[in-house]
């Protein structure tokens, strides 16, 4: 049965028709210019951050649960891998890292060879541009194709607390082109580690003493192993020099989580004076989590754990249709380049690994089942790969070769606390299998998917490493963490 629900959008006419199965794609009305595109990449951001901490306490992103209160959040996002390049590489591309190529070590390029999804848009008419805080997604890495408009010359955004100029450049821009449709990509990297936001959020959940006499953070942090020496040893935790309490660290996450909501709100804000807001789809999505201590890492994010790939996602449609509504069914960030193009009424190719959401959107549709994938690693002898099948989470490790897996029941338990493959070896051995039926257990980094080593400086090197990713000489394949 065909479940169409028709959206007015205000000042323009604009029909959208989201469907539900078997009826026709959503996207613009005939003779009706398609909506404008914001995405909004929040780097290192935990689902578990976005709204209250607890019962009564104030949230520390109000500006997102205000978003959120004008489209529909979606409860279970799962990113495609732990850390920035192949995470977002797959939310420009709808594809699996191993099959976009761009996993690190020596293949740590996008290939021109994939189209994005600002590349997509841009063939649609879209004006396109991008503001981000990290070198990982410029062009040095190949995460630059189809902006149609690069950033002023001059123009650096990439390191510490830039989120003043990635906001107003991307209202800018929107301020430019607002005869026409747009799509700009607005990244803040203001929560990944060093955490360091500035006043007056600096304290804003803290207020003891970080120095305070005890034993050095950064010596727990190395004995609980969960930190590889490569990775210390690169200034990884020198911001961390002096501070004793492991309440600091944490409260200072937060803080910079807020941060990063105020500079949405601030953007938001300028959309709405430019009369841009009600019309516009809004996409916001990380690329990852953080660790904050689970399975012994601390402020990083090398494994796939729940704590680094559960991730918030919030879609505002055209006239804010489906506005409050709260899905529950799992997905994946592979579906956001699916479910744009199909609102905006571009084709959606027949390739990709994710799927269009549109169906869910205004509840049209029920998600079928499916497994959702992550991966971690460059070496072909050192990675992990997930696969959800929920409730169930299967983790495999390959170490040296040796491989190794856990099973984990995220219905009862949620933090992974308790490996239950021997409690249930069936389905552990069902979803290994399923696991290795994604990819070639031989060659489980796509060394056939199109791929190559980006040009690094030296500089560029030493900022990375600061970050805790560990870039090694082109000789070498390593991984990132």
Not at 309 to 338: E, F, Y
Not at 374 to 403: H, I, N, Y
Not at 431 to 441: I, K
Not at 446 to 474: M, Q, T
Request: with cysteine; aromatic share 8%; proline share 10%.
């Amino acid at each position: 049965m065909i479940v169409s629900i028709l959206l007015l959008i205000a000042g323009v006419g604009v029909l959208l028709a989201l469907r539900g199965p078997g009826g026709h794609p959503p996207g613009p009305a005939a003779g009706s210019p398609p909506p404008s595109v914001l995405l909004i990449g929040i780097d290192t951001f935990r689902a578990d951050h976005l709204g209250p901490p607890g019962p009564g306490e104030p949230s520390r992103t109000p500006h997102l649960d205000e978003l959120a209160r004008d489209g529909i959040r979606f409860e279970q996002c799962l990113s495609t891998a732990p850390w920035t390049l192949p995470s977002f590489a797959s939310i420009f591309t709808g594809l699996r890292p191993y099959r976009h190529g761009a996993v690190g070590g020596e293949r740590d390029y996008l290939s021109e060879r994939h189209t994005t999804l600002a590349e997509h848009l841009a063939r649609a008419g879209y004006a396109t541009a991008g503001y981000v805080g990290i070198n990982y997604l410029t062009a040095q890495f190949g995460m630059d194709q189809g902006y149609v408009s690069p950033p002023p010359r001059g123009t650096d955004l990439t390191g510490l607390d830039q989120a003043g100029g990635v906001t107003r450049l991307s209202g800018e821009f929107f301020a430019e082109h607002r005869g026409a449709p747009s799509f700009v990509f607005t990244h803040y990297y203001d929560p990944h580690a060093p955490y360091a936001p500035p006043a007056p959020w600096h304290r804003k959940y803290y207020l003891g003493n970080e120095c305070r006499p005890g034993e050095p953070l950064t010596a727990r942090i190395l004995a609980a192993g969960g930190v590889r020496g490569e990775n210390a040893n690169r200034g990884m935790y020198d911001w961390l020099a002096g501070v004793t309490d492991p309440r600091f660290p944490p409260a200072q996450y937060a803080a910079e989580v807020n941060y990063a909501d105020d500079h949405v709100g601030r953007l938001i804000a300028r959309l709405k004076e430019l009369g841009l807001y009600e019309q516009m789809l809004i996409v916001v999505v990380a690329d990852h989590g953080e660790h904050l201590g689970e399975h012994g890492f601390f402020y990083t994010h090398y494994l796939p754990y729940q704590e680094t790939i559960h991730v918030p996602l919030l879609v505002k449609l055209p006239g804010n249709a489906g506005a409050g509504r709260v899905v529950a069914a799992p997905v994946s960030t592979l579906d956001l380049l699916p479910t744009v193009l199909e609102i905006t009424g571009i084709a959606v190719p027949d390739t990709l690994d994710g799927r269009s959401l549109a169906g869910l959107l205004l509840g049209n549709a029920k998600a079928p089942p499916r497994d959702l994938l992550a991966e971690q690693g460059s070496d072909p002898d050192d990675f992990c790969k997930t696969l959800v099948a929920w409730p169930w989470k299967l983790m495999l490790w390959r170490e040296g070769g040796v491989e190794r897996t856990a099973l984990f029941d995220l219905a009862t338990d949620p933090g992974e606390t308790r490996d239950a493959a021997a409690e249930h070896p069936e389905e552990a051995a069902r979803l290994t299998a399923r696991l290795r039926a994604t990819y070639d257990p031989s060659s489980p980094l796509g060394r056939g998917a199109p791929g190559r080593r980006a040009n690094v400086g030296k500089s560029d090197i030493r900022l990375l490493e600061s970050l805790g990713y560990v870039h090694k000489p082109p000789a070498s394949a390593g991984g990132e963490g």
